[in-house]
Structure formats: C-alpha cells, structure tokens
C-alpha cells in the first residue's frame, strides 16, 4: 500500500540554523513528489515539487530538496531559517496510474522557529 | 488568476444535521479534489471529481458525498453528521487532475459538529 511518513512531528530550530524535515514514502514507482506548508487557519501552499530530471529541486522562500530513489526520500532544506518559516510542512506524493490527481500525505512536521 | 475559494470558511452544525460545502476551482481547471483534515488522522482524501464525473474516491462512508457542475464547480455534503465529522475540509484544483500536475489548494472550511 502506498504510505508516506515524515520522521518528526516537530522540530525546534532557532532562527538563522539550518533545518531538514524528513520524508520517506513506500515506492519509487512512478512517483510524484511535493512539499507544501500550511500556516495557521490556511490552506495548503505548495513550497516545491519533483517531477522529473534533476534530483535537488529549489523552492519559494529559499527551500530545496532532494529525491533520492534508491532511499526513497524526498527530504526538504533551508541553510537558514527565519522566525517567519514557523509553520507545518507536509510531503505529499503521487504515484502514476489509477490514483491519478489523488495526493497522499504525511502527517507533517511541525517547524517552529524560535528567536 | 483568482485562487481556488472555499465557502463557507467556518461552519457549526448538531449531530445528525447535514452541510454542503461548496469549492470554486482556479479559472480553467477541471479537476477539483477535497481532503479532509484532522488532528487524529492528518490529510485524508475523500474524492476527486474530473468533468462532472467522480473519478477517485477515498475510504470514507457513503455519508460523505460530492458532485462537480458545468462549471468545474463542486459541493460535498455530508449527511447525519457525527462528532468526528468535525474538521478542516480542503479542497484543491488542478488542471487535469493528471498524476504531475500541482493541486492548488483553498483555504478550507472548518467545520464543527456539537
């Protein structure tokens, strides 16, 4: 079955420190690969995604990942985080096929930034 | 281009009642998804509507329905609330609905079951 797991539920980090959330999902085959973040009391925003070629992706607001296929991970990165990047990051995944435009989640990683 | 809007942003209903909710997908787009999220289950997919048609649907009971019109837009309604019906409900759009396109999300609307 297709899953997709994000290692950390939170991660503390103070401001200017590099961070990475972890994301890992159960099968390379044909997949599709997206990072979105959600702020309080809003919807999804999509920071970055991998569809094909290069394996390091860059994203708004300084962010980039990485698709690794034989370690089947799509982990996001920022060198330096501000106090404004405090929110939940998802990694969401699509895989060819029958499931088409349907998305499947992690169950975020909570950012907090502190100062 | 105008986001993908969602109405109402909050509403409050009893167990048993029924809600529609409405989702109006970015200019040009076909597919409309909606998602549901909450604190014990994280994002969960209810279904996905392409040219009027359901063309994937999540595990959720047959309280949980949808339909899409003309006009891309779509409703889902939920019959004989529960209290675990309570939740943010999201909805996305994307072009085609195709595996590598993104899905632009609305802001969602919260629902709260007493």
């Known amino acids: 079955a297709q899953s997709v797991t994000q290692l950390d539920s939170q991660v503390p980090v103070f401001e200017e420190a590099p961070v990475e959330l972890r994301c890992n999902y159960s099968?390379?085959?044909?997949?599709?690969l997206f990072w979105y973040v959600q702020y309080p009391n809003q919807g999804l925003q999509l920071l970055l995604k991998?569809?094909?070629?290069?394996?390091l992706v860059k994203g708004i607001n300084g962010f980039e990942a990485e698709f690794n296929k034989s370690q089947t991970s799509f982990h996001l990165r920022k060198p330096s985080v501000h106090i404004s990047d405090t929110a939940e990051y998802f990694c969401?995944?699509?895989?060819?096929?029958?499931?088409?435009?349907?998305?499947?989640f992690g169950r975020g990683t909570q950012l907090t930034v502190w100062p | 281009k105008a986001g993908v809007t969602q109405t109402p942003r909050y509403l409050i209903k009893t167990r048993g009642q029924q809600v529609t909710l409405s989702c109006s997908p970015i200019?040009?787009?076909?597919?409309v998804s909606w998602y549901q999220q909450t604190p014990g289950q994280g994002l969960q997919f209810l279904f996905e509507?392409?040219?009027?048609?359901?063309?994937n649907k999540g595990n959720f009971p047959g309280r949980f329905s949808g339909r899409q019109f003309s006009n891309s837009r779509s409703e889902m309604n939920v019959s004989t609330l529960e209290l675990g019906d309570s939740a943010l409900y999201l909805c996305?759009?994307?072009?085609?609905?195709?595996?590598?396109?993104?899905?632009?999300f609305g802001p969602g609307t919260r629902l709260l079951v007493l």
């Open positions: 996305a759009s994307s072009s085609r609905g195709e595996s590598q396109e993104t899905q632009y």
């Open positions: 099968s390379s085959v044909s997949v599709y």
């Open positions: 991998y569809l094909s070629g290069s394996t």
């Open positions: 969401a995944v699509k895989w060819g096929g029958s499931t088409l435009g349907r998305l499947y």
């Open positions: 200019s040009g787009h076909r597919s």
């Open positions: 509507y392409f040219s009027e048609t359901q063309r």
